[in-house]
């Protein structure tokens, strides 16, 4: 019996310290992080964060959000672009997933704002395989 309770005691001291020392080697061992400066130097492009608060820019925001949100045959992605309005100029920014996605978007805003007062800056994502 002393022979198998030492095993099992050296079994277990030899697990529990692989346990304690995973931590340290799996942190040792990261990749290094995505160098991302060039994608977030700023730039003079219409952002979320231009959007003007000024209550007729925010109406407009709101009223082709509320046209874009109550198509329930757009994907989700066209549902999460971004509107910026700005001086009653409305800028459409992010990925849906078709050209006839791209195009019920923007004639929603066009409806809202004019067809001369949308910037269109949506794309294409790719389709999964």
């Given at each position: ?120 800056e949506l794309t ?6």
């Open positions: 019996m002393k022979t198998t309770f030492s095993k099992t005691a050296r079994v277990v001291l030899v697990l529990g310290s692989l346990l304690c020392s995973y931590p340290l080697i799996s942190f040792s061992q990261q990749a290094p992080a995505p160098d991302n400066t060039k994608t977030n130097e700023p730039t003079n492009q219409t952002t979320a964060d231009k959007q003007s608060n000024a209550q007729s820019d925010r109406e407009l925001t709101q009223s082709v959000r509320r046209a874009i949100m109550q198509d329930k045959n757009l994907s989700t992605y066209a549902h999460n672009v971004k509107v910026v309005s700005q001086d009653g100029q409305v800028t459409l920014k992010g990925p849906v997933r078709s050209e006839d996605e791209k195009g019920a978007i923007v004639a929603k805003a066009a409806e809202v704002a004019g067809k001369d007062k949308v910037v269109d294409i994502a790719p389709q999964k395989p």
